[in-house]
């Protein structure tokens, strides 16, 4: 089994994630692959439902030019996906959804505060929230690359869109995104019943400090 293939298998397999945990609504949603250094990726195609995706009819994009190959065209997204990794070499994995409560703080254009010990260990502060950017074009891309570069969040929420989660492969790129949505729901809740108590920076350097480097096998 070649790496491609490998890629591609798990490309297509991660996507089931996103509606099982409530990420993503009918086709919204998508999340793409690449291999370290690789001038490709694998991305989902546009309006195809999440359970009849198979690993054949994810959609080969050249990431300079964004010429495709597959069955069908391409997600709408696959642009500013392609920015990303023109533009952050580290990212091998990219994930988008309209996660509800995540794009509840988009759509009021705030960023999700730190008030969670979980979320200082895995963004090691707050989620940012990037500018207003029409889809289509480079437009996202720039601004999710202009935030989320050389900040330690792998995720930013997008004003009035949505979130955007990034990360070394798409397994991680996914993680970062249901943790995104998991820490937003928290916060939401908490912010219903009275005024969350803020976490001191430097236990939130701590945290991520021993989640990076110690935590897990
Ligand atoms: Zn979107």
Known sequence: MSDASELRREVCALHAYLPAHRL???TSGNLSGR?????????????VMFEDLTPESLCEVDI???EARGPYKVSSDTATHAYIYRHMPEVGGVVHTHSPYATAFAAVGREIPCFLTAMADEFGGPIPCGGFALIGGEEIGREVVRVLRGHRSPAVVMQNHGVFALGPTPRAA?????MCEDVARTS???LQLGT????AQEAIDKLHERYTTVYGQ
């Open 196 to 199: 969350p108590v803020p976490l």
């Open 174 to 178: 996914l993680k970062a995104a249901v």
């Open 24 to 26: 993503v609504a009918w």
């Open 188 to 190: 939401f809740l908490a």
């Open 64 to 66: 300079e030019t964004l």
């Open 35 to 47: 291999a370290p250094g690789a001038k490709t990726m694998l991305i989902k195609p546009s309006g």
